[in-house]
């Protein structure tokens, strides 16, 4: 048994470290979530890594004994495994050594999800079955789809989810038509696909494509900015286009030193810096997201006045909404120096500034000093793009991650302008939400819109600019009474 000493104390990976986890997981199940108040009626575990390997162990020990702990008839254990096909046969003996390796763990699964490159055969389905003694129903086909968004329909298809209520105990609606089903047990309200096979169509049928640039400074990985590529998805899905994404790097967006690319022979800074901006002149609307430092800070600035200038949509997140103020004091408001304190705090116009309560200097120290979580935010302005786009509320809840605001001192002279803060906190202190007047789409916002996205209800910014940049946004808000009414698409066919 493997042990370690930890104050003085000698601490074994049985019981105090499968403890733990269990308390953990316990902890965890009980967290309301999705807006509500009550405990959750499930948990969904999710084990990484391979069985058998080491890195896993102590985690199925703890499983072993948590199923002991909340009664075997609490627990759905569900096994992925890999269903390779060689010479146009599907191995199903991968399969079978994963299940003897987990039942030496202690633990026996319920069903077994197999992912395979083609639909698992009925003989590969009765082999699996025979040799694990799961079900036949219970061995699931999880084969290649056009698109990740159908897995559910190919799960819905083979009532994985009235399985697991089932063997949970839980009393739900079933997906399948009682009547279809004989012996099934009967509930009141049959879950309805529909919406979501709608959202999964739109992502490869329509024809109509339209090009949305990101501005980003962390481009070399895209998965930086997953979200943000999740939720202009998502807003693609419901405005029924195809989503073309436009990667820039924001640092290739400033013009390169002469002298410093010709002395260090660096024939590639200029082509970058023309290959940018040409991509910039191709979209039809952009998206500046977040980040931190000084570096490609030029280049975010640039894209918004670009956007600004050529009425080309536009939607800046966070460090995307604090550029677009700098570059606007720059050039309309004659600023010349105006930056942020976090890149230079010694100009004489600091248009973004730190917040007090989350700076340094009050005892915060770097790391503990953002502003986090889900915020209200007040839009004062009923007849606003920002109002439209919410259908009309006047308190919306976004989540943010910042240390940084618009300094007050500047609002009016920015609104004067035509560059109008529109939401603001709930104390009218703190700038949220900006846009610009007598353009189709410019809008920028402190927080993060994109992690509260969802498949069948897109962010609002987010489908808002994805219509702007197709030329749908007027035509939506005639349809809905002058809002946006996220989601509204999918609801026209759950009620049809």
Known sequence: MFRTFWLKKKRFVVPQVTDAIQAWIARVAEQPVDGHYEAPQVCLIEVGGTVGDIESAVYLEALQQFSRRVGRENLCLCHVSYVPCIGGEQKTKPTQHGVKELRMAGLSPDMIFCRCETMLSEAARGKIALFTQVLPEHVISVHDVANTYRVPLVLDSQNVAHSICKRLRLDVATPASPASRPGAPLYKTPISMKKWRLMADRLTSPAESVKIGIVGKYTGLADSYLSVVKALQHGAMEANVRLELVWIESSDLEEPPRESAASNGDSATPARFAAAWEALRS??????????????????????????????????????????????????????????????????????????????????????????????????????????????????????????????????????????????????????????????????????????????????????????????????????????????????????
């Open 283 to 496: 979209v039809a609307g952009v998206v500046c997201p977040g980040g931190f430092g000084d570096r490609g800070i030029l280049g975010k600035a640039l894209s918004s006045r670009f956007c600004r200038e050529n009425k080309v949509p536009y939607l800046g997140i966070c460090l995307g909404m604090q550029t677009a103020v700098i570059d606007f004091a720059r050039s309309v408001l004659n600023l010349a120096d105006a930056n942020s304190e976090e890149f230079d705090k010694t100009c004489k116009h600091h248009v973004v500034v730190s917040m007090p309560e989350h700076s340094a200097e009050h005892g915060q120290e770097l790391g503990g000093t953002m502003r986090l979580g889900k915020r209200a935010t007040i839009l004062r302005d009923s007849k606003s793009l920002a109002a439209r786009l919410y259908d009309g509320k006047p308190v919306i809840d976004e989540r943010h991650r910042h240390r940084y605001e618009v300094n007050p001192s500047v609002v009016g002279s920015m609104e004067a302008k035509g560059f109008m803060f529109v939401g603001q906190d709930e104390r009218g202190q703190r700038m949220e939400v900006a846009e610009l007047r007598d353009h189709p789409f410019f809008l920028c916002v402190q927080y993060h819109p994109e992690f509260q996205s969802r498949p069948l209800k897109p962010s609002p910014p987010f489908l808002g600019l994805v219509l702007a940049a197709a030329g749908k946004l007027e035509a939506r808000f005639k349809r809905y009474g002058g809002f946006l009414k996220s989601g509204a698409v999918y609801e026209e066919v759950e009620s049809a």
